[in-house]
C-alpha cells in the first residue's frame, strides 16, 4: 500500500475475542446510508454542526455466566481529523491465555456537504494480539472512490460508492440518524475485506435497569440485509447524547457476548456504574 493520507456456557477465549469486536456487529451499526423512511427528506449520513464531539465509554464484556473482559470506546479530535477507537483487554482467569487483546482504529474527517457535513474514513486498523493473520488495514481514497486495504498479508483494492464507512465510524452515523428521528436504513460497510450491506432497525424503546437508576433506551437490531446468522442489539440512551450504554451479539438467536457500561465520560456528564449484584450485597 503506498497512497499516503479495521445447559451452561463458558467464554472461550475465543469467544473473548468475538465478543470484543463487536465493533463489527454491535457498535458497527451503520456504513453508506442509502436513505431514511420513505418520504423523509433527511439523508441518515448527513450530520450538523453540534453532532460529533469527544467521549469514551468503558464496558464490561461477557454473556449470562461470567465477565471475561472489559472494552473501551473513544472518540477524540486531532487537528482536522478524529479518532475513533475501540481497544479491549481481558481479565481474571482469562488474562491467563495471553489472548484477547483487540484494537481497533478508524481515522475520518467530517465534510462539509448541502445540507450540513458527513463523515468521511480516511484509514481504518484492526489488530488482534499478535497474530498477523488477523490484521486489516485501508485507506479510503475518496476522489477515486476505492479502498486500498491489506488482509493476511495481502494487498487488494475495491471501488465504493459514496457514502461509506468502516465499522467502527458505523457507530457515530447510527447515533446520528437516531438523533434526526431515522428508524430503518441500509448501509454498507467496509468489513474484513469486504462491503457488507447492513440492514438497521430501531425496534422502540426500552428501560435498562442500572445501579444508577433506569435508563431509558433505543433498541436497534443490525443485520445482514444479504442474509445472515448473526444479529445485533445495540441499546442506545438520548439523555447521554445518544451513546451505545448495552451490547448484545447473537447467533441463531442465542447469546454470543454482551457489553454493559461501566463508565461514561462525554459531554452530558461524566458517571462510573457499579454492577447491580455489587450493590445488593451492601
Not at 26 to 33: M, V
Amino acid at each position: 500500500m503506498t497512497k499516503p493520507t479495521c445447559q451452561r456456557r463458558r467464554i472461550h477465549p475465543r469467544h473473548f475475542a468475538i465478543a470484543t469486536c463487536l465493533g463489527i456487529h454491535c457498535l458497527g451499526l451503520i456504513a453508506a446510508a442509502v436513505g431514511g423512511l420513505p418520504g423523509s427528506e433527511l439523508r441518515a449520513e448527513t450530520l450538523q454542526a453540534d453532532d460529533i464531539a469527544p467521549f469514551e465509554v468503558v464496558y464490561s464484556v461477557g454473556n449470562n455466566v461470567v465477565t471475561a473482559g472489559s472494552a473501551q470506546l473513544s472518540l477524540e479530535q486531532e487537528g482536522e481529523q478524529w479518532r475513533y477507537e475501540l481497544s479491549t483487554r481481558p481479565t481474571g482467569v482469562f488474562k491467563l491465555t495471553g489472548r484477547g487483546r483487540i484494537k481497533e482504529t478508524s481515522m475520518f474527517e467530517v465534510v462539509s456537504i448541502e445540507g450540513g457535513a458527513e463523515i468521511r474514513p480516511i484509514s481504518y486498523r484492526f489488530r488482534q494480539d499478535e497474530e498477523r493473520q488477523r490484521s486489516v488495514d485501508a485507506l479510503f481514497d475518496w476522489e477515486d472512490q476505492s479502498i486500498d486495504f491489506t488482509r493476511r498479508g495481502k494487498e487488494d483494492t475495491m471501488a465504493f460508492d459514496t457514502p461509506v464507512h468502516d465499522r467502527l465510524s458505523v457507530t457515530l452515523a447510527i447515533m446520528n440518524a437516531l438523533r434526526h428521528g431515522i428508524e430503518q436504513i441500509e448501509f454498507k460497510v467496509f468489513d474484513n475485506g469486504k462491503l457488507k450491506n447492513m440492514r438497521f432497525s430501531n425496534e422502540g424503546r426500552d428501560v435498562l435497569d442500572t445501579s444508577m437508576g433506569k435508563i431509558e433506551t433505543l433498541r436497534v437490531k443490525g443485520e445482514n440485509a444479504d442474509g445472515s446468522s448473526r444479529t445485533s442489539y445495540t441499546w442506545f440512551a438520548p439523555s447521554f447524547d445518544y451513546l451505545p450504554i448495552q451490547l448484545e451479539q447473537r447467533k441463531r438467536d442465542k447469546l454470543v457476548a454482551r457489553m454493559s457500561l461501566s463508565r461514561l465520560k462525554n459531554r452530558v456528564g461524566d458517571i462510573e456504574l457499579k454492577p447491580l449484584e455489587a450493590e445488593a450485597e451492601k
